[in-house]
């Protein structure tokens, strides 16, 4: 499996939200070197963001979309974006095996959850965690976004203070 292939394919999908004000998440899912399914990151342009229509929320709808016979098991996420908690229980739930992921999420990451502590739905669930493919063109990415001034959505953050004091060296 090329990482940094399908990874780029990931960062192809957050410059498309990058390029209309959104907040610069991107995700493909991959079965078999194949993408079954994208998302970008929606919703947090505006006055009125929200918090529902994250890209591993996106792709995951049009992978059930596809009306596919796909097993689930044998799906790698790649998300330019460590994933949150609710994206994080909804691959989970959804079988997804493998995450891997670009830039951490300091702020809202899931991916560090100690999933034994959970109840069984989620504790009995294996899941690989890959970080940091393509973490340098991920990080180029956050910072032009919290670097505009056009861009609201968590700006001052924690995210936002950690990302532009990152060295992108």
């Known amino acids: 499996m090329n990482y940094e292939h399908f990874m780029g394919k990931a960062l192809d999908q957050a410059k498309k939200a990058l390029s209309v004000g959104e907040f610069p998440v991107g995700c493909v899912m991959v079965h078999q070197d194949k993408i079954l399914a994208t998302g970008s990151r929606k919703g947090t342009a505006g006055d009125f963001p929200n918090e529902i229509e994250h890209a591993e929320m996106i792709a995951l709808k049009r992978l059930i979309n596809l009306e596919i016979n796909t097993d689930k098991n044998g799906i790698i996420l790649f998300t ?6 609710m994206c994080m229980g909804a691959l989970i739930l959804s079988g997804i095996s493998e995450i891997v992921y670009a830039y951490e999420d300091v702020m809202g990451g899931g991916t560090r959850c100690d999933l034994t502590k959970l109840s069984p739905l989620y504790k009995n669930h294996r899941i690989s965690i890959v970080p940091n493919i393509l ?9 032009a976004f919290f670097q505009n001034p056009e861009n609201s959505y968590w700006q001052g953050s924690l995210l936002a203070r950690y990302t532009l004091s990152s060295d992108i060296s």
Do not use: D, I, Q, V
Request: hydrophobic letters at 35%; aromatic letters at 6%.
């Open 80 to 85: 330019t974006l460590e994933p949150c908690l």
């Open 135 to 143: 973490r340098k063109e991920s990080l180029e990415l956050f910072k």
